[in-house]
Each structure stands twice: as structure tokens, then as C-alpha cells.
């Protein structure tokens, strides 16, 4: 099992940045796949970034490409993700994300591709 905890939401001005943090604690952090969703309301959850286990490939929606990058800190079981230029249209919760599988042929963009699941930060980003 792998439990993980999402901080760093909050409120901000469009064109701030802001860094999400997800602290996984339980089985080895290191060998899973990790990844960033994010849910509007009355929209379904959608991918924004995924970064393999060695922390060499990683995969963004086209919606946060240029602007956000995903990244982890093994040793402090972390998982990061640094946003740019926030838009209004980026205000959702976000969620972390892993699977203990490994994906050598693409990082997975599907949420049923993720077994473990945080509980979500908010992030309202006004206009």
C-alpha cells in the first residue's frame, strides 16, 4: 500500500507560480509511477503530468506543457509539481497519483492506470 498526501493549493493571482508537493509514505516509493490529475467541478478528472520511477521520462498534458514540470525527490519520497504562468482555467483540485507498474513504452494518461490515490488540494487561480 502506498499512502499519499497532497499540499500546496491555495489561492493565487493569474501568472503566479506555485509548487504542489505529494509525500508518499508505505511500500517503496521509488519503483512506482507517479503522477498529477486534476478535477473542475463538473468536469471529469483529467491528466496534467506523469514522471517514471527513475525520474528520466515524465509526460504533460498539452494544456500545462511549457508551463508546469513534474519532478521527485526519491530521498524525501516526494513528488513535486512546479506551476508557471497559472491560468484561470487551471482551478481545480489536484491529485497525486501512483501505480506500482512500470510503463517503458508511454507514461499512462488514464486514471484507472493508478491504483493509489491522494485526497486532493485545491487551487483557485482568479482572474
Known amino acids: 500500500q502506498v499512502r499519499l498526501v497532497e499540499s500546496g493549493g491555495g489561492l493565487v493571482q493569474a501568472g503566479d507560480s506555485l509548487r504542489l508537493s505529494c509525500a508518499a509514505s508505505?511500500?517503496?516509493?521509488?519503483?512506482?509511477?507517479m503522477a498529477w490529475f486534476r478535477q473542475a467541478p463538473g468536469k471529469e478528472r483529467e491528466f496534467v503530468a506523469a514522471?517514471?520511477?527513475?525520474?528520466?521520462?515524465?509526460r504533460y498534458a498539452d494544456s500545462v506543457a511549457g508551463r508546469f514540470t513534474v519532478s521527485r525527490d526519491t530521498a524525501k519520497t516526494t513528488l513535486y509539481l512546479d506551476m508557471n504562468s497559472l491560468k484561470s482555467e487551471d482551478t481545480a483540485v489536484y491529485y497525486c497519483?501512483?501505480?506500482?507498474?512500470?510503463?517503458?513504452?508511454?507514461?499512462?494518461?488514464?486514471?484507472?492506470?493508478?491504483?493509489?490515490w491522494g485526497q486532493g488540494t485545491q487551487l483557485t487561480v482568479s482572474s
Open positions: 508505505g511500500r517503496t516509493f521509488t519503483t512506482y509511477t
Open positions: 514522471l517514471s520511477w527513475r525520474g528520466s521520462t515524465n
Open positions: 497519483a501512483a501505480s506500482s507498474l512500470a510503463y517503458p513504452t508511454g507514461l499512462p494518461s488514464l486514471p484507472e492506470r493508478y491504483s493509489y
